[in-house]
């Protein structure tokens, strides 16, 4: 080839990674601004009618009280209370919680290989479980109330994650043994909740069936917060580490000869992952399948790269979670269906689709 060629070759190669990158820029912008039009409409949502921009202007007045009180003039107190004991609540955190779900699934399946494996994998929403049966039948928890069932749910769900990093410590553990183990905490803790729930009455049982769908009813603004730091300790954990899960991906040897300390990065990648999603199901129990579908959508528009899947994401996680909630509270109104039921019903087929589609199967 000449001079000239290679010159044309390389400019050609130069112009469509612009193109990616570009692409890689408008889906992420796009999806951050579409986030914020439905948290406007989720506002809206519910027996007292209220426009977007009047929630959003009550909000940005509460959070900044102390530094420009009445920015959007004054607002009257049932107002406040709609916004920020009702609806602000229930929507901060399902976009919080889906934005961290779907981060989990994200790395979980890239540090396992496994395009099924999210940290429920591991048993974490199994030992999540196991605490809410021991707060709702036996009324075991560190603290009373709301706060009691999260530290139960919390503390129990880290269980299989603790025992999987002592053995990650002490042996190379592959990624396979892994997934099973967590499948094997997942039927234990099954079984262990099954057991409690037959000896407990049928109000207890009930509660705890119904938090093991997950939902959104007990959201408070406390606890965004807390699933805002997580959020960005989890952003930044992922941007870092990204590049090295990339090559990861090319199998243990090669990524160890190309100088990435596969044992801790795995490692600190499975505790993240775990250590956030049980933040996230303790406020709002296990949500299912955002943290599966979710990263399988976004790899088809932006690509396997994680500095670029790991946020897009997050984004698309907050999305799906938000219509979802918002169909809860719509479609039977005034009742409130629980959320994990809805991200269920509309993941399952979504999913299937695109496992069976022409381009699923190619991947």
Same mark, same amino acid.
């Given at each position: 080839?000449?001079?000239e060629?290679?010159q044309?070759?390389?400019?050609?190669?130069?112009q469509k990674?612009?193109l990616?990158?570009?692409?890689r820029?408008t889906y992420?912008a796009?999806?951050?601004?579409?986030?914020?039009l439905v948290?406007? &409409?989720?506002?809206?949502?519910?027996s007292?009618?209220?426009?977007?921009?009047?929630a959003y202007?009550i909000l940005?007045?509460?959070l900044?009280a102390?530094?420009w009180?009445?920015l959007f003039g004054?607002?009257?107190?049932?107002e *406040?209370?709609?916004v920020m004991d009702?609806?602000a609540?229930?929507?901060?955190?399902a976009a919080?919680i889906?934005?961290i779900?779907?981060i989990?699934?994200c790395?979980?399946?890239?540090?396992?290989?496994?395009p099924l494996?999210?940290?429920y994998?591991?048993?974490v929403?199994?030992?999540a479980?196991?605490?809410?049966s021991? &707060?709702?039948?036996?009324?075991i928890s560190i603290?009373?109330?709301t706060a009691?069932?999260i530290?139960?749910?919390f *503390?129990?769900?880290?269980?299989?994650v603790?025992?999987?990093?002592?053995? *990650?410590t002490r042996?190379?553990v592959?990624?396979v043994?892994?997934?099973?183990?967590?499948?094997?905490?997942?039927?234990?803790?099954?079984s262990?909740?099954?057991?409690?729930? &037959?000896?407990?009455?049928d109000?207890a049982?009930?509660? =705890? =069936?119904?938090?093991?769908?997950g939902?959104?009813?007990?959201s408070?603004m406390? @606890?965004?917060?807390?699933l805002a730091?997580?959020?960005?300790?989890?952003l930044? &954990?992922?941007?870092?580490?990204?590049?090295d899960?990339?090559? @990861?991906?090319?199998?243990?040897?090669?990524?160890?000869?190309l100088?990435?300390?596969?044992?801790f990065?795995r490692?600190?990648?499975?505790?993240?992952?775990?250590?956030?999603?049980a933040?996230a199901?303790?406020?709002?129990g296990?949500?299912?399948?955002?943290?599966?579908?979710?990263?399988?959508?976004?790899?088809?528009?932006?690509?396997?790269?994680?500095r670029?899947?790991i946020p897009?994401?997050?984004c698309?996680?907050?999305?799906?979670l938000?219509i979802a909630?918002?169909?809860?509270?719509?479609?039977?109104a005034?009742v @409130?269906?629980?959320?994990?039921? *809805?991200?269920?019903?509309?993941?399952?087929p979504?999913? =299937?689709y695109m496992?069976y589609?022409?381009?699923?199967?190619?991947?």
């Amino acid at each position: 080839m000449s001079s000239e060629d290679i010159q044309s070759t390389i400019e050609s190669e130069k112009q469509k990674i612009l193109l990616i990158k570009s692409r890689r820029v408008t889906y992420l912008a796009v999806t951050i601004v579409a986030i914020f039009l439905v948290m406007g &409409y989720s506002f809206t949502v519910g027996s007292s009618s209220m426009t977007a921009s009047t929630a959003y202007k009550i909000l940005i007045n509460q959070l900044f009280a102390g530094i420009w009180p009445g920015l959007f003039g004054e607002f009257s107190a049932n107002e *406040i209370f709609i916004v920020m004991d009702l609806r602000a609540p229930r929507v901060l955190v399902a976009a919080l919680i889906g934005a961290i779900l779907a981060i989990g699934g994200c790395i979980m399946q890239s540090i396992l290989k496994n395009p099924l494996a999210t940290p429920y994998t591991l048993g974490v929403s199994s030992g999540a479980c196991v605490g809410a049966s021991l &707060y709702y039948i036996f009324g075991i928890s560190i603290v009373g109330g709301t706060a009691g069932l999260i530290t139960n749910t919390f *503390i129990c769900s880290l269980i299989p994650v603790a025992v999987m990093m002592i053995a *990650i410590t002490r042996r190379n553990v592959s990624p396979v043994t892994l997934v099973l183990s967590g499948v094997a905490f997942s039927y234990v803790f099954s079984s262990l909740n099954s057991i409690m729930q &037959y000896f407990g009455d049928d109000s207890a049982v009930t509660n =705890v =069936v119904f938090w093991t769908i997950g939902d959104l009813t007990s959201s408070d603004m406390w @606890m965004v917060p807390i699933l805002a730091i997580a959020l960005l300790v989890y952003l930044v &954990y992922g941007l870092i580490f990204g590049k090295d899960m990339d090559i @990861m991906r090319m199998g243990d040897d090669t990524a160890s000869s190309l100088g990435i300390n596969v044992k801790f990065v795995r490692g600190s990648a499975l505790i993240m992952a775990c250590f956030m999603t049980a933040v996230a199901v303790a406020c709002a129990g296990p949500i299912g399948f955002v943290c599966l579908l979710a990263p399988h959508i976004c790899r088809k528009l932006v690509g396997s790269d994680m500095r670029w899947l790991i946020p897009m994401s997050a984004c698309a996680g907050s999305m799906l979670l938000l219509i979802a909630d918002m169909i809860a509270k719509s479609v039977l109104a005034p009742v @409130m269906l629980p959320v994990g039921a *809805i991200t269920a019903i509309l993941g399952a087929p979504v999913m =299937v689709y695109m496992l069976y589609s022409k381009r699923g199967l190619r991947s």
